[in-house]
Structure formats: C-alpha cells, structure tokens
C-alpha cells in the first residue's frame, strides 16, 4: 500500500505538467532574472568605466585635478571618458544625457542630473581629490623651507600609493560573493513554495475536499500511511527539482558556490521537508476551502520570507534584536541561515544545530497534521 | 445469511436541519437492498453515516455485526462504494485509475492484476484502457466510476445513484451488472429516485423522505399497502355527469376524475375492473377511443402516503 | 451589466483572502519605505557598518583610528565578543557585527616606520557590503595619516590633521541648482509599488477571473444571449473598478506613509502613472487568468512575473547598474516605462514632462496589447 501510494502520488504530480513546469521555472528564471541583473555588478571589472564626463576648466589656473582626471581617462580600462567643453556645451549635453556629470575643474565641483551609482564615483574621485589637496596644500603651506621639486614627488608618489593597511580575514574556508545571499534566498522560496504541492495532496485525502479523499478514507488503510506515502513522494520531487535548480546555477550561469556542495544539498533536501510539512498542516485543518487553503499558504510564504529579509535588508536583525526566537523557528530564515552558517562558520556545529530544527519542525507538523485528520468523521460532506 | 448493515434510531443534523431523524435500517446479506427517495431526504447521508465518513448525533451503525469506526478497517476491506460524483485521478488513465483504487485494498500484484483486468471487462472499458477520464463520455466515465468502486470484489457495495446522467442503454447495463455481482453473492445496496430502476433491481425497498422510514417491504408488499390496485383510463368525448355517476357507482370505483378528455377511474380490489367499465360505456352507448388499465407503481404508493410526487 | 454585478459577488466571497494580500503588501511597503529612509539622505554612503575592535597596540594612532572610524560607522558593543574564533563566528553570524578589527601590537610603529601594509585584521564575511564601506574608511583614514607622518608630523598632530583633510568634500549640484539627494522617499514608494502592485494583482483579481474562465460556467455563458465581446468587456470593467479601489488603499497608504508630499504637482503625476500601471497590472492578471486555472499556480506565476519585472526593469536593481542587452530586454517590459516614469518625475519632472507623458501612454499601450493576448489565448482554448 505505501509504495502503492507513493508511486501514484508521484505518477500524478508529475502528470500535472503545469504544475511541475511552473515549480521549477520558478527558482530558475527567478536565479536567471537576478543573475542577468547582477551579472553586471559581480563582474566588477566589466562595471565602471567609460562615465561619458564633460570637463569644464577656464586653462588658466594650473590645476592638479587635470593631472588625475588625464590618470584616469587613459589606457584600455580607462575610468573616464572625458569631453573638454565651454560650460553651455557641457549643460547642453548633460540635458541630452550625453555625459553623466560635468565636473568644474576650477572650483572642484560636480554637477550631475540625478543620483545613481556612476554619479557617486564621479563624487568620490573629486572627493578624494580634495582631501589630497587640501593636506598636500596644508603640508606645503606649513614646511619651514621652501618645498622643493624631490619632496613634492615624494609626496605625491605617496598620495598616488594607495597602500592598503588591512587584511581581510574570513572566518571559514568558504570563498563567497554577497550576492549569493540573493541566492539563497530563491532556495528559500522554491523549498516554501513546495507546500503548494502538498497542501493539493492532502486535500485529496479529506472526504469533505474531494471524491478521491472519500474513497481513500473508505479504504481500510490508515491515514498516516496515506500522509507519509505522499509526503515522502513529493519529497523526492521537490528535492529533484531543488537539485535541478542547484545545478543550473552553478553550471549554466556559473555561480560560485565554494566547496559545500553536500552541506548544501542537505539544506534544500530538509528545506522541501519543512516546505512540505507547512503544506501538510494547512491542508489539514478542515473548515478551510482549497482556495482559503493557497491563500494562507501564501500568505505564509510571503511573512515568512519578508521576515528572513529576502525581499529587504534589515528585519531579520530587528527580529534578532528583540525576539531573537522567531529566527530559530522561522523556516525561511532558518534555510538562509544554514546556507549563511557555512560562510560564518569552518564546522558544522550551528548548521546542523539548523537542519535539526528544521527537521523536528517537520515531523512535529506532519505529526499534528496526522492527529487532526486521523479519524476525522466529518461533519458535512 | 447474516446481517450485512444494522442501523437503528440514526440521526444527523446540519445546524437547524434534520437530516436523519431517528431512522433506523436492516440489510440481510445477499440481498439487493433499495433506498427509494427524492432527493435531499437522507439517502446519501445515511450511506456515509454508515461508512463512517460523517459524524452523526445519535444512534449506532453496524456492520457484518460489528461496531463500524473510522478505522474498522477489517470491515472496510469488505466495503465498496460506487459514488454519485465521479471521483477519480485526471492525470491518470482508466487502468491507472482503477489499479489504483484497487490498490488500495489488494496489496498482491498479481491478484490485483487479474482484478483489475476483470473489472474493465465488467463495465466494458477494455477498449478505453489507455484513455484519460477527460476524453470519456458521460457514460464511460459512470462506468470508471463504477470500476473504482467495485475492483476489489468487496461483499458489501453501496451503490449512491450511479445512473444519473446515463442514456437508456448504459443505464440498463449497469443494473445488469449490479444482478451479476449479486449472483456472485455481493450484497447490494442501492439508492435511486428512479422508481423503475428500484422495481427492476431491489429484492426489499425502502421508501425514505424528510430522514424518516416510509414504508419498507418487497415492491409487492408495499403496493398491498396501499388502497389503489388498479387505474383504468379510459379516452372519451362529451361525458355527461350523470354517465361519469354511473361509473362512479361501479364496483370497487373509490374515486374518479375527468378532464380534457381523459376519464381516470381508480379501483381498489376486484378482479375485472376493466371489463366492468366497458360493459357500462357499452351499455350507456358512450364512444371512446384509447383504454388503458395501470397497476400501481411505488410512485403512487409514495403519493399517497407522503401526498407528494416522489420526483420533484 | 449581470457579468459585472456577479464579477463582485464573487469578489465578495474572495474578500479576506483580498484583504489579507492587502494587508501583507502595505506592511512590505512599509517596512521598504523605513529601511530606505533611514539610510537617506545619502544613499548608501550613511549605512553604518557595525564594527568591533580589539586593540592590541592601544597608542595614539590606534585609538584615533579607531575614533575615526566610529565617527563614520557604528561600533558594535565589543564586550560580548572574545578574540576567539567561536566567539567572532557567533558575532558575525547573530549579526552583532559585520567586521571585527584587530590592531595588532606595534601597530603604530609600523605606521611611522612606513611599513603598515596589511597589518590590520579585518575579520569579516568576505564580499559583504557593510565591510567593504568600513575598509575603504580604514584606509583613507591611514593613508592620509601617513601621508602626514611622511611630512614630518607627530602622530598627535597627524590624526587630527588627516582627520580635518577627510572632511573635505566635494559639492555636488542639479543642473537647476538643486541639491542632488538620492531618491526621494515618495520616488522609493511608487517604485517599489512596481513590485508590490503586480503580485497583489494577479494573486487578487486573477483568481477572481479564475471563476469565470471555469469550463462549465463558461460554456453556460457562452450559449445564453450574452455576446463574448460584452462578457469580456464586463469582466475587464469590473478588473478596473477593482484596480481602482486597490490603488485607493494604496493611496491612502501613501498619504499616512509620504505625509503631504503626494498632494503636489509631482504627487499628482506619480498618481497619474500609477494608474497606467495599474491597468497594465489587471491586464496580466486578466492574461494570466486565461492561461491557468489552478489557483496553487498561480502564486507562482505571480511571484515569477512580479520579481521577474523587478529585477529586470530597475525596481530592485537601478538601472544604470543593468547591462546594456538587459535594458533592451526590459523595454519590452512594461515595468520598466512605469519605473523610467518614476525616475523622471523624481529627477526631472520640469524638462521631461513628455516623455514622462510617453512612458504613460507606452504603458497603456502595453495593458492593450495584453488584454489582446488574453483573448486570443482564451479564444484558442475554447475553440
């Protein structure tokens, strides 16, 4: 009877090809979007070059801001793209969108049309620019004799150094990009969304949801065989699905991983277990209608996720700092913090600390589900 | 013979309706059992009272003699309902349907196997084995119903108006079937609003309304209970009060109606109600046309006692 | 008008399951509105890292360093965090801080004798934001002080001196002499109603439509007298009375959210797009009702198109930060004229009223062509 079960269940998931395309079309066009979007970004060397800029400088002054606008515009990989211009030209072609900023050599100024990111490089470098020549002036004005040529390029040989005074240490062997963290979180939400697929399951085994829930509940089995059959077989799925995805990320679109692979692929197997153990418990309660049912489920989802910070930063320490214990019981939080646990930490005391969580919750919930429709004699039909 | 199903004092309540009011019921083994009523007066609520999928307020259900519970799961073995919706796998085909539900009570494959393929030969789906439920007509898809209930060869089927929404001819092959599965000595219970079906089919009837017991008895005793043995109609033109006295005054003549033509006189008792009517238009030199002579149907015997037509 | 009064019976019985959508969206949107506005005005500049130290060297240069930097950031309560490896892991992890530094002893003599590369631990998660910003700070920090040091400062005088250089800033301007802050708080709400509007929609109204696009209650209308363009017609007018008393909450929302700034000109033209956005977003719901009729799916669509459109068109990712073939790609996406409308009332709502107007119209344009889709797509499947 279980296996019996547990094929059919299977044989009918997968028959539902809407249902399992749209499953899995979900973490992999959601990673593709985010990849796509990011790719930019997390290619640092293709990003931040060619800012169209316009210079606006009377020539008369000798000015060092040239000197460095001239450093950064030159060569393969040049920063800058600089246009000389008379000021009308220059705001001319600041309103047609030609250059992104103009920079006054004279006065040091910056005039852009709006904020965004290359604006903030354009700022930073004239920035740092005058902090440099604000102490390189204030040295020079206050050296006893006469600045000579050799300590003026002493000086500027070191302005130019860029020395840096730190070094970065992890705390585990992981080698990770912060943009995995949105990664992450796509496994989050596919392991949640799972309870789709479980909640139509036990909905097929409640004589007042369905005819097929009648007949299964008029056959001489027990309803836990028919919970566990069916759990286990869209646990197999679903952890088929989340590996699918997980190979498609690291191999089609080639995102780093490091080398947890098996810690990882333990996270999204107990990931769809917690996924489909919520579906379970509200398939469960009995007074609800399928479509109430999609509705919580949800709505679950999406608290769940806005509290593990997956749509913004930030309410996840809020959670941390004043009820620190939602985060220990949080699904979603708990699938990221696995995933973060192993960028954190070099053993696997926390994350198994995780996963263990993770899998109590689940049987617990499959263990309620259970007890409320173990001999549920129904009050209407 | 044992008792297959013993109900009594059973009632059941949906908030301010009586559903089941203290209804009680005995079913013999191998007998084909009918639950005659229109609808919304209780069958289906007591097949699933006795199946144990509904709770109910008061009174006690056995089966085979023993206490039915949600997980009398011995007794359920035995069990097999044919529904009044089809519910079966969208995604699957007719054999994977039927494999399926008969799966869940013979575990053995090869037993199953021969099961299942005799099921299909039994509602004649051999041809449709590999089809989906959706690319089924009406019928078929009444006779995959039919197949997921019964594949298991259970001693005990409910049958819940397995032929609504069936022509004629699948109609009269499904109560064929039901014969053929009676004679290999299932016990049969069948609800219906069709009377004729209920006539052709049930060795005992009981007639339900309001989830109450009407009557009960074989078709024959419950025609005995009532007054009316026989209704000729007779097809006349222009008849006077005083013939339509005369006829009224015949023996046996309990009531009588004419209208638009048509002359309905009732008897009760007598044997030959019909030659008597004939001397009398004779006699009076009365012409018509079309006679007929009815027996009385279980549509008349709940007429009369309920004074409502059993169809609605 | 039968279509359009059962359109809200049925909504009527979808009611909660409307309102708990409602409900969830706002408070995203108000926890997007929060967290944005407290790192404002300056963007990403003012995030404060959570920083803390274990100084090991403890002289003048640590401790101004360590000053400096808890100027520009925020330093994390270091008492509960050991130089331990488990310690540090915890920290990092519960959040308690995004870097921990160690100034290691001989710190300072290093720094004078020139030989300071690369001396400072930063023990972090590699990669993250909040580090990156700490360690550029670090850095500018000691370079200058070097720099000083080099000239033949005392240390004393160097820290403070490289810390009035750091001050310097350079000034920054709109071409009409308006001070360039990063978007506005009522920019960040409209664009983030990009995302929230288009799953509320097709999580709402499209299990709604759903009803109606059930196989016998269609067939059943489509052999009364009721003619298929009407049905359609009524459907869609009842789509938009729908869409109408959403963006109502929403505005509402906004009004408690924005204070007083959606009662202006811009407020006005941000409602205006809004609108056009709204009728786009029925319009998907409308399709997408047409391709399922499963209601666990269509969650999933809801979220794919939704995030998909977020991501692509600059809602979550601005756009300057998208590749050249991805902005062409999003120019097929409606989310991307509503949002490069946003942007344009926020920055320049003076010089580009028309292509504020064209993105508008582009957009209704885009729910037209939508809306023709969904017929067709419902026609083949009856046929």
């Given at each position: 009877?279980?296996?019996h079960?547990?094929?059919n ?13 749209w499953t ?7 990673a ?7 790719g ?12 169209d800029?316009a210079?606006?400088s009377?020539g ?10 001239d450093a ?5 990989d ?14 001319q072609a ?7 900023g103009?920079i006054?050599?004279?006065?040091v100024?910056?005039m852009?049309?709006?904020?965004s990111a290359?604006a ?6 004239l920035?740092?620019?005058k902090q440099?020549e ?6 020079m004005?206050?050296?006893?004799t006469?600045?000579?040529e ?13 020395t840096?005074y730190?070094t970065e240490k ?6 990770q990009n ?7 979180a ?6 949640l ?5 479980s909640?139509?399951?036990i909905s097929n085994l409640?004589?007042?949801?369905s005819?097929?829930?009648?007949r299964?509940?008029?056959s001489p ?6 919970i566990v059959?069916?759990?286990l ?18 191999t089609v679109?080639?995102?780093e ?21 919520i579906?379970?418990?509200v ?5 609800l ?7 919580i489920l949800?709505?679950?989802g ?14 996840k320490r809020?959670?941390e ?16 913090d ?6 954190t930490?070099?053993?696997?005391t ?13 049987v617990v ?10 001999r ?6 | ?12 309540r949906?908030k301010?309706?009586?559903?089941l ?10 007998e084909?059992f009918?639950l ?7 069958k289906?609520?007591?097949i699933?009272?006795?199946l ?5 307020d ?6 085979f ?5 949600p997980t009398s ?21 007719v054999y994977?349907?039927?494999?399926y539900?008969?799966?869940?009570y013979i ?9 299942v393929?005799?099921?299909i030969?039994f509602v ?12 089924l ?29 069936v ?9 064929e ?10 016990t049969i219970?069948?609800?219906s609003?069709?009377m ?20 009960l008895?074989?078709k024959d005793?419950?025609k005995r ?8 109609s ?5 008849l ?6 005369k006829?009224k ?7 009588a ?5 048509m ?10 109600n019909l ?5 009398c ?8 046309g079309?006679?007929t ?7 008349d ?12 | 008008?039968?279509?359009?009064k ?6 009527n ?5 409307m ?8 408070s ?9 506005s ?10 404060k890292?959570e920083f ?13 360093m360590?000053?400096?930097l808890s100027?520009?950031?925020?330093r994390?309560?270091a008492?509960?965090?050991k ?7 915890n ?17 300072e003599d290093?720094?004078?004798s020139?030989?300071?590369?690369g ?8 990669g993250?934001?909040?580090s990156?910003?700490?360690e ?8 200058m002080?070097?720099l000083y ?5 005392s240390?004393e ?8 250089a750091?001050a310097e ?8 002499g308006g001070?360039?802050?990063s ?13 929230v ?11 709604v439509?759903q009803v109606?696009?059930r196989k016998?209650?269609?067939d059943?209308?489509?052999?009364s ?6 049905f ?6 009842g789509m938009?009375?729908?869409g ?21 000109s ?6 205006l797009?809004?609108l056009?956005y709204?009728?786009v ?15 666990e ?15 692509l068109?600059?809602i979550?990712?601005?756009v ?18 509503y949002?490069?409308a946003?942007?344009?009332i ?8 028309g292509?504020i107007?064209a993105?508008m119209?582009v957009?209704?344009?885009f729910?037209?062509?939508?809306v023709v ?11």
């Amino acid at each position: 009877m279980f296996w019996h079960n547990f094929k059919n269940c299977m044989k009918v998931t997968l028959k539902a090809k809407v249902s399992i395309f749209w499953t899995l079309l979900f973490p992999i066009a959601l990673a593709t979007f985010m990849y796509v979007s990011f790719g930019n970004i997390m290619d640092n060397e293709e990003m931040f070059k060619n800012i169209d800029v316009a210079v606006v400088s009377s020539g008369e002054e000798e000015n060092g801001l040239m000197v460095v606008i001239d450093a950064l515009s030159e060569g393969d990989d040049k920063l800058l793209n600089v246009k000389e211009m008379s000021e009308a030209e220059a705001k001319q072609a600041l309103k047609d969108e030609k250059v992104t900023g103009i920079i006054f050599a004279d006065d040091v100024r910056l005039m852009v049309n709006e904020s965004s990111a290359n604006a903030s490089i354009l700022e930073s470098i004239l920035s740092s620019y005058k902090q440099n020549e604000y102490a390189i002036k204030d040295i020079m004005g206050n050296l006893e004799t006469a600045p000579n040529e050799a300590d003026i390029m002493a000086i500027m040989s070191d302005v130019m150094a860029d020395t840096s005074y730190y070094t970065e240490k992890s705390t585990s062997d992981s080698n990770q990009n912060m943009y995995n963290n949105y990664f992450y979180a796509i496994f989050a939400m596919s392991c949640l969304f799972a309870a789709y697929s479980s909640v139509g399951a036990i909905s097929n085994l409640q004589a007042n949801e369905s005819g097929k829930g009648m007949r299964k509940c008029i056959s001489p089995n027990s309803k836990i065989v028919f919970i566990v059959s069916d759990f286990l077989s869209l646990l197999v799925l679903h952890f088929l699905v989340e590996l699918i995805a997980l190979l498609y990320m690291s191999t089609v679109l080639g995102i780093e991983f490091g080398d947890k692979y098996p810690a990882m692929i333990l996270t999204l197997f107990v990931g769809s277990m917690i996924g489909l153990a919520i579906g379970v418990i509200v398939g469960a309660i009995a007074k609800l209608g399928f479509g109430g049912k999609i509705g919580i489920l949800t709505a679950i989802g999406l608290v769940l996720s806005g509290m593990a910070d997956l749509f913004v930063n930030g309410v996840k320490r809020a959670i941390e700092l004043h009820v620190p214990i939602i985060n220990k019981i949080n699904p979603a939080a708990l699938i990221t913090d696995c995933f973060y646990s192993l960028n954190t930490y070099d053993d696997y005391t926390i994350f198994i600390q995780n996963i263990m969580i993770m899998a109590v919750e689940s049987v617990v919930l499959i263990v309620i589900a259970f007890m409320m429709i173990r001999r549920n004699k129904y009050a209407s039909i | 013979m044992g008792t297959a199903v013993e109900v009594n004092n059973l009632v059941k309540r949906y908030k301010d309706l009586v559903a089941l009011d203290h209804f009680s019921l005995k079913i013999e083994e191998g007998e084909i059992f009918g639950l005659l009523g229109p609808n919304g007066s209780g069958k289906t609520t007591t097949i699933n009272c006795i199946l144990s999928l509904l709770s109910f307020d008061k009174g006690d259900i056995q089966v085979f003699g023993k206490k039915m519970k949600p997980t009398s799961y011995d007794i359920k073995k035995d069990i097999g309902v044919v529904m009044q919706n089809v519910a079966v796998f969208d995604e699957l085909t007719v054999y994977e349907n039927i494999d399926y539900f008969c799966g869940l009570y013979i575990k053995e494959k090869e037993t199953r196997r021969k099961y299942v393929e005799e099921a299909i030969e039994f509602v004649d789906l051999a041809d449709y084995k590999k089809f989906l439920p959706k690319k089924l007509s009406g019928g078929l898809l009444r006779r995959l119903n039919i197949a997921c209930g019964i594949a298991h060869k259970p001693k005990l089927i409910f049958f819940d108006e397995p032929t609504v929404a069936v022509d004629p001819q699948s109609r009269n092959k499904i109560l064929e079937g039901i014969k053929m599965l009676n004679e290999a000595g299932a016990t049969i219970v069948y609800t219906s609003h069709y009377m004729e079906e209920v006539e052709q089919l049930c060795s005992r009837i009981l007639i339900m309304d309001k989830g109450k017991q009407i009557a009960l008895g074989t078709k024959d005793e419950l025609k005995r209970m009532i007054k009316n043995t026989e209704t000729v109609s007779v097809e006349v033109l222009g008849l006077g009060d005083a013939e339509l006295d005369k006829l009224k005054s015949l023996p046996h003549v309990y009531d009588a109606g004419y209208e638009d033509g048509m002359l309905h006189l009732y008897f009760s008792g007598g044997k030959h109600n019909l030659i008597r009517v004939m001397e009398c238009f004779k006699e009076n030199n009365i012409s018509f046309g079309r006679v007929t002579s009815e027996l009385p149907t279980l549509n008349d015997v709940f007429l009369e006692i309920t004074g409502k037509e059993l169809r609605d | 008008m039968q279509v359009y009064k059962s359109f809200f019976k049925v909504l009527n019985k979808y009611k909660g399951q409307m309102i708990m959508y409602l409900c969830i969206f706002c408070s995203l949107l108000t926890i997007f509105i929060k967290t944005s506005s407290a790192s404002n005005p300056n963007g990403y500049k003012d995030k404060k890292c959570e920083f803390a130290v274990f100084d090991y060297d403890g002289t003048a240069a640590s401790m101004a360093m360590i000053s400096y930097l808890s100027e520009t950031n925020k330093r994390a309560d270091a008492g509960v965090i050991k130089d331990e490896k488990i310690s540090m892991q915890n920290a990092l992890y519960n959040r308690e801080a995004d870097a921990i530094i160690r100034i290691p002893e001989g710190f300072e003599d290093k720094l004078v004798s020139g030989e300071a590369e690369g001396v400072i631990d930063v023990i972090t998660i590699p990669g993250t934001q909040n580090s990156m910003l700490i360690e550029s700070d670090l850095d500018g920090f000691l370079g200058m002080t070097e720099l000083y040091l080099k000239a033949g400062y005392s240390m004393e005088e160097a820290v403070v001196k490289a810390e009035t250089a750091l001050a310097e800033t350079a000034e920054v301007s709109l071409p009409d002499g308006g001070d360039v802050s990063s978007h506005s708080s009522i920019y960040t709400f409209f664009s983030y109603l990009g995302w929230v509007m288009l799953c509320l929609m097709i999580t709402g109204v499209a299990s709604v439509l759903q009803v109606f696009g059930r196989k016998e209650l269609k067939d059943r209308i489509e052999c009364s007298s009721y003619n298929f363009l009407n049905f359609n017609k009524e459907l869609l007018l009842g789509m938009i009375t729908t869409g109408l008393m959403i963006c109502g909450v929403f505005i509402i929302v906004g009004v408690i959210l924005l204070k007083g700034a959606l009662f202006s000109s811009e407020g006005g033209l941000y409602l205006l797009n809004m609108l056009c956005y709204a009728v786009v977003c029925l319009s998907i719901a409308f399709l997408v009702s047409k391709i399922t009729s499963k209601q666990e799916i269509l969650s999933m669509i809801a979220n794919v198109v939704s995030l998909g459109m977020a991501f692509l068109c600059g809602i979550f990712v601005p756009v300057e930060f998208l590749s050249e073939s991805v902005i062409k790609v999003a120019h097929f996406l409606p989310a991307y004229w509503y949002n490069q409308a946003a942007l344009n009332i926020d920055f320049h709502m003076h010089e580009k009223m028309g292509s504020i107007f064209a993105a508008m119209g582009v957009q209704i344009l885009f729910a037209v062509a939508i809306v023709v889709i969904g017929m067709v797509v419902d026609r083949k499947k009856t046929a």
